[in-house]
């Protein structure tokens, strides 16, 4: 064992019920990636299929491990974007809804805290507060309410 070696979640890969510790030294070739394998079930070999070198079956696990952590991460990274895309696009979402009311004959869009309707001679959008400010605000609306 190294003088010390890092037990951290970063070197666990869990893939369903099973984990697996990595611990990172340099091994391979330089020439060929073997990313293109064929396993054989026979003698159970693992044979790259483009140089037509035979890798360790261990080789084999640290690869699939390594290609499940990436593709893990980059999930992981695709659905935080997208949240992020999600919340910057809500006042939009907010503005088509009103919009779509305003469009109609006989209704106009309500506040959600009291009720009341916003019509065209209100001004919508004419005056505008800090998004934290507002935020606080509503905080202390609802502890007086509760």
């Not at 190294?2 to 369903?16: G, V």
């Not at 330089?30 to 044979?47: A, F």
Request: with cysteine; net charge positive.
């Amino acid at each position: 064992m190294d003088k010390k070696e890092d037990f951290t979640l970063n070197n666990i890969i869990q893939i369903a019920d099973f984990s697996i510790l990595e611990k990172k030294t340099k091994w391979g070739s330089k020439e060929c990636k073997h990313r293109t394998i064929t396993l054989d079930d026979n003698g159970q070999i693992v044979t790259c299929c483009d140089c037509g070198q035979q890798v360790s079956a261990y080789w084999m696990l640290r690869e699939s491990s390594n290609l499940w952590k990436m593709l893990e991460d980059q999930l992981k990274r695709r659905e935080d974007k997208l949240r992020e895309d999600k919340e910057a696009n809500l006042y939009r979402i907010a503005s088509r809804r009103v919009d779509k009311i305003w469009r109609c004959k006989d209704l106009v869009p309500c506040c959600p805290h009291c009720g009341e309707g916003i019509s065209t001679s209100d001004e919508l959008g004419s005056v505008a507060i800090n998004k934290r400010v507002d935020e606080a605000r509503r905080k202390a609306r609802e502890a007086i309410k509760k």
